[in-house]
């Protein structure tokens, strides 16, 4: 459980997506603003289940024109082990 927190540190990988603008003509600027989840990722070192879902901020660079910046986005998809632990902490 406490490797939990860590996951969604992968989340910052979409604030590279902000800092590394994208030309204004590209679409998806709706999907580069899930790099605010990122910031999610932090409150994994107090809330592990909580803090995976910060890993939803990777998707922020799903279609960012450096293909070695998008091809991180699919670290995104551990967020949904966050997810399914938050429901099962809180629910159950």
Known sequence: MGY???IGLFGL????GLLNKVHPS???SSIRLL??????GLVGF???SFGA????GAFG??????????????????????LF??????LL
Do not use: E
């Open 4 to 6: 939990l927190g860590l």
């Open 13 to 16: 990988i979409g604030l590279t």
């Open 26 to 28: 590209q679409s998806g």
């Open 35 to 40: 790099s605010v989840f990122g910031l999610l």
């Open 46 to 48: 107090w809330i592990p």
């Open 53 to 56: 879902c910060g890993a939803f």
């Open 61 to 82: 660079v799903w279609n960012h024109q450096n293909k070695s910046i998008s091809r991180f986005a699919h670290l995104g998809w551990l967020g949904v082990i966050g």
């Open 85 to 90: 632990q938050t429901l099962s902490f809180y």
